[in-house]
């Protein structure tokens, strides 16, 4: 006897009378969730910055291409550019995934210039330790920095900001106390002397290898038979490796995955054993580094330290990491994409000189870009909670 009526020869299976014949298709599971390759390209938070430069170069290819922009030398000067602020932006990239900002970048610069200048010119201390001097008061600031955060829990626009006012009135202050001036130059000349300083922070690398791809005629020599493009300046070596740091310790590790459960939850990650004060403390140490390491860069490239140097560069920094995909609610972003914004930033700002357009319009393409990629980060955000 069958089921409901249904007789079955001994040697058939009953099973088979619910199989499927081929011509049925199988029923999908509505719980799993089909992205194209262009969906999951599109939720990487980098994908508009590296969209953006495409986009950038393309531009300027047909606008300055003809005007030397992508010789040599035209490409180390908005590659410089673009290298000062990366430095930035990968902290203050990192720091904003974590939930948190620090207005004070542009003041630290300021400060730690002065760091690096004062005791070196007017105390005759080694430039190699007044650069570790430097160091360590810009790091101690930003762990005083985090510290309030954590300890008032007061937002750190508030706390950053003050200290964005007390840095640079301090600069200020300590110039006019002790040389009278708030420019000191003379640094140069220290750093050349210096083994240390020359050989991490002061001049070119590589100078050897283009001085003879310049005299194999692969680039411009110059009447005193030195080539045009001495070297690769030690910013973009720094940056690099600085960039490449922090994408491998965000993706790869397990502090990198605290950083993104810190910004995305704070109380959450807490729950779970992430320690959230240590992590966005350390974070704050790390974009006071960084703005270090741009100042120190900048005080030996230039040869001189000046008490308003990094005005503004806190914004900028902000811009780069949000064009790069970092969202200012914390939680989501990438080095690599804060690095492709700095990158943008470089080629704008060195690009429009190679133009007819007036400079003037670079603020307002900064804000046209940071308004755009605000918008799109809030759609891939969108994007990425309703595939959850």
């Known amino acids: 006897m069958g089921v409901a009526g249904k007789h079955y020869p001994p040697h058939v299976n009953r099973q088979q009378d619910n199989a499927e014949t081929p011509d049925q298709a199988k029923p999908s599971d509505e719980r799993v969730r089909h992205t194209s390759w262009f969906g999951h390209l599109l939720n990487r938070p980098e994908f508009a910055a590296?969209?953006?430069?495409?986009?950038?170069?393309?531009?300027?290819?047909?606008?300055?291409?003809?005007?030397?922009?992508?010789?040599?030398?035209?490409?180390?000067?908005?590659?410089?550019?673009?290298?000062?602020?990366?430095?930035?932006?990968?902290?203050?990239?990192?720091?904003?995934?974590?939930?948190?900002?620090?207005?004070?970048?542009?003041?630290?610069?300021?400060?730690?210039?002065?760091?690096?200048?004062?005791?070196?010119?007017?105390?005759?201390?080694?430039?190699?330790?007044?650069?570790?001097?430097?160091?360590?008061?810009?790091?101690?600031?930003?762990?005083?920095?985090?510290?309030?955060?954590?300890?008032?829990?007061?937002?750190?626009?508030?706390?950053?900001?003050?200290?964005?006012?007390?840095?640079?009135?301090?600069?200020?202050?300590?110039?006019?106390?002790?040389?009278?001036r708030t420019i000191i130059s003379g640094v140069g000349?220290?750093?050349?002397?210096?083994?240390?300083?020359?050989?991490?922070?002061?001049?070119?690398?590589?100078?050897?290898?283009?001085?003879?791809?310049?005299?194999?005629?692969?680039g411009k020599l110059l009447d005193s038979g030195q080539p045009l493009v001495p070297g690769i300046p030690k910013v973009i070596i720094w940056w690099l490796a600085l960039a490449a740091v922090g994408a491998f310790v965000l993706a790869k590790t397990r502090y990198g995955n605290w950083i993104l459960a810190v910004g995305g939850d704070a109380n959450a990650a807490k729950n779970v054993g992430v320690p959230v004060k240590r992590v966005k403390i350390s974070l704050f140490v790390l974009t006071a580094f960084c703005s270090c390491l741009f100042a120190v860069l900048q005080v030996c490239d230039i040869g001189s330290a000046a008490a308003d140097r990094g005005l503004q560069k806190e914004f900028e920094a902000i811009i780069a990491a949000v064009i790069g995909g970092t969202l200012l609610t914390g939680g989501y972003g990438s080095v690599v994409g804060a690095c492709f914004g700095a990158l943008i930033f470089g080629v704008v700002q060195i690009g429009i000189t190679y133009t007819n357009v007036s400079s003037d319009w670079f603020r307002v393409f900064l804000g046209v870009m940071l308004l755009i990629a605000v918008l799109f980060n809030h759609y891939v955000r969108r994007r990425v909670s309703q595939a959850q």
């Open 189 to 218: 000349d220290l750093a050349q002397a210096d083994p240390i300083a020359d050989t991490l922070f002061h001049g070119v690398a590589f100078h050897g290898l283009f001085n003879w791809l310049a005299h194999m005629g692969i």
């Open 50 to 180: 590296i969209s953006g430069t495409v986009l950038v170069f393309i531009v300027f290819g047909f606008g300055a291409g003809s005007s030397g922009m992508f010789n040599l030398d035209g490409v180390m000067n908005w590659s410089q550019v673009a290298a000062y602020l990366g430095l930035l932006a990968v902290g203050a990239c990192l720091l904003m995934i974590a939930g948190e900002f620090d207005l004070s970048i542009g003041s630290m610069i300021g400060f730690a210039g002065m760091m690096v200048a004062l005791p070196a010119v007017y105390f005759h201390w080694p430039l190699s330790l007044s650069i570790l001097f430097a160091f360590v008061m810009s790091m101690l600031l930003g762990a005083l920095n985090g510290y309030l955060v954590m300890r008032t829990r007061l937002p750190s626009f508030i706390v950053t900001l003050a200290f964005l006012f007390i840095l640079r009135g301090l600069t200020l202050a300590l110039s006019i106390m002790f040389a009278d």
